[in-house]
């Protein structure tokens, strides 16, 4: 998830989203730990958290007006001091589901939205190229398991069949001409044994 955005508001600024974080992080300390049934108790923490300014993000402030209209509802004190908010620049992220984005007009939020459909067409693309590419991939195996004459992957077995085959060749020459060699001498032996009763 985005490190700027926070419980649907979206920091420019990283480091006033990590504090937002924090807030965050303390109001659901508080809500665990108060009573909304002791409005008096519930009244000196909205005091106190007022003046001492103790939130300075809209999730804290949020927080505030939420205990603010509750003790309001629930006491009908109407002079419960405001809530002193510093001017920064934040862009509320809309509901997703929703097309229309009243509240939304900053540049900020338009430029972010245009580059996420970009990147949304981006990664339709790279995924289609990538089972075009995973595709041709398995075709490649299924060829080289189904094909016996691939050239590179069987030429070592062809050429020691090769050489054997010329081996086993050259053997059966060389047995023939011994026994071609043995009838020469026998005939050489027989002839000489002729000459010599002559």
Request: charged share 35%; glycine share 4%.
């Amino acid at each position: 998830m985005d490190e700027h955005i926070v419980e649907g508001y979206y920091f420019e600024d990283i480091r006033e989203a990590s504090k937002a974080k924090k807030e965050y992080f303390n109001i659901c300390k508080l809500k665990g730990s108060i009573s909304f049934d002791d409005l008096q108790g519930l009244k000196k923490l909205y005091l106190k958290l007022v003046g001492k300014n103790y939130f300075s993000t809209p999730i804290g402030y949020a927080f505030l007006q939420e205990m603010r209209e509750y003790i309001v509802e629930n006491l009908g004190d109407e002079d419960l001091p405001l809530i002193s908010v510093e001017k920064k620049e934040v862009i509320k992220v809309p509901d997703v589901l929703s097309e229309k984005h009243p509240e939304v007009s900053s540049e900020k939020y338009k430029k972010l939205r245009s580059d996420y459909g970009k990147l949304k067409k981006e990664k339709t693309r790279i995924l289609i190229i990538t089972a075009a590419l995973a595709v041709i991939v398995a075709g490649m195996f299924y060829i080289m398991a189904t094909n016996e004459n691939i050239g590179y992957f069987n030429t070592e077995e062809k050429i020691v069949n090769k050489y054997s085959a010329w081996e086993e060749r050259l053997v059966s020459w060389e047995n023939e001409l011994k026994l071609k060699e043995e009838e020469l001498d026998q005939r050489e032996q027989e002839l000489d044994s002729l000459d010599s009763e002559d």
